[in-house]
């Protein structure tokens, strides 16, 4: 286990940061862990998900590192009382490289209803002098995660009603930056387009893959390896993986 690293998500979303590090880091041995069993995380109550994030971590505490890659489990793992060396988060880097690419410091914040309850991106994006909109959107990650059981017409349907309606939050506040405060919602950005027009779009992808270059000795590994894991159906999300181009053999694990 030393010799991996582990990224973690409930679902699809941390497939975003997972791709972005084995692109830029291929040589490193990979797990990828989705909780689809309990997906989504973003209506589940503060006590079930302190457990289950604790449990997670536990069950990899030995490797190289974890990175949750997950803004509801990143603002939970800020509420354990336990701390690790080897687990990265991503809601400050996010929130430090969103106030430096805003110009007007006006940013949007899309992301589950519990990471914006828990107001972990308001706070560290005050702190930085910025005025934030934060939008509760679970209802995004449904239909993210629903994508292989519906036709595309019906996908980009029921996508574009729902933005439309949701985004109107966002009329007259003159933001020049939304944050992806959901890696599901760094999927469909293009859809964010027409209604916010050309803004800058901040996912964690690129903050984490960076941070982790500074803080681990990288790309050393002459036979890499990458296991898929899921705690819910191997093949149903397999399914789920292809519709967002992400191709690879899923494995059952129980924790
Ligand atoms: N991808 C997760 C996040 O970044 C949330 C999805 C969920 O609600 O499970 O917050």
Same mark, same amino acid.
């Given at each position: 286990?030393?010799?991996?690293?582990?990224?973690?998500?409930?679902?699809?979303?941390?497939?975003?940061?997972?791709?972005?590090?084995?692109?830029?880091?291929?040589? &490193?041995?990979? /797990?990828? =862990?989705?909780?689809?069993?309990?997906?989504?995380? *973003?209506? #589940? %109550?503060?006590?079930?998900?302190?457990?289950?994030?604790?449990?997670?971590?536990?069950?990899?505490?030995d490797s190289k590192a974890i990175v949750i890659a997950c803004n509801t489990a990143s603002s939970i793992y800020g509420l354990l009382e336990e701390r690790y060396d080897n687990v990265y988060e991503i809601i400050r880097l996010t929130?430090?490289?969103?106030?430096?690419?805003?110009?007007?410091?006006?940013?949007?914040?899309?992301?589950?209803?519990?990471? /914006?309850?828990?107001?972990?991106?308001?706070?560290?994006?005050?702190?930085?002098?910025?005025?934030?909109?934060?939008? #509760?959107?679970?209802?995004?990650?449904?239909?993210?995660? %629903?994508?292989?059981?519906?036709?595309? &017409?019906?996908?980009?349907?029921?996508?574009?009603?729902?933005?439309?309606?949701?985004?109107?939050?966002? #009329?007259?506040?003159?933001?020049?930056?939304? /944050?992806? *405060?959901?890696?599901?919602?760094?999927?469909?950005?293009?859809?964010? #387009?027409?209604?916010? *027009?050309?803004?800058?779009?901040?996912?964690?992808?690129?903050?984490?893959?960076?941070?982790?270059? &500074?803080?681990?000795?990288?790309?050393?590994?002459?036979?890499?390896?990458?296991? /898929?894991?899921?705690?819910?159906?191997?093949?149903?999300?397999?399914?789920?993986?292809?519709?967002?181009?992400?191709?690879?053999?899923?494995?059952? =694990?129980?924790?």
């Open positions: 286990m030393k010799d991996k690293i582990v990224v973690f998500d409930s679902g699809l979303g941390g497939l975003n940061i997972f791709n972005a590090l084995r692109t830029k880091y291929p040589n &490193e041995n990979y /797990i990828y =862990i989705a909780d689809e069993l309990n997906l989504p995380y *973003g209506t #589940k %109550s503060i006590e079930f998900l302190k457990k289950r994030i604790k449990e997670i971590i536990e069950y990899f505490k929130s430090i490289h969103a106030a430096n690419i805003s110009k007007n410091k006006k940013i949007g914040v899309i992301a589950t209803n519990l990471t /914006i309850e828990l107001g972990k991106y308001q706070e560290y994006l005050t702190n930085l002098n910025t005025t934030v909109y934060p939008l #509760k959107y679970s209802e995004l990650v449904d239909i993210i995660e %629903s994508k292989n059981v519906l036709t595309k &017409e019906e996908y980009s349907t029921k996508l574009n009603e729902s933005l439309k309606e949701k985004f109107t939050y966002f #009329k007259n506040t003159n933001i020049d930056t939304l /944050i992806c *405060g959901c890696t599901h919602f760094g999927y469909v950005i293009d859809y964010y #387009k027409k209604y916010l *027009g050309n803004i800058n779009y901040i996912t964690s992808d690129e903050v984490v893959v960076n941070y982790l270059n &500074e803080k681990l000795d990288l790309n050393k590994v002459v036979n890499p390896t990458t296991t /898929i894991y899921t705690t819910g159906d191997p093949m149903e999300f397999k399914e789920k993986m292809k519709e967002y181009n992400c191709l690879g053999v899923v494995n059952k =694990i129980i924790i």
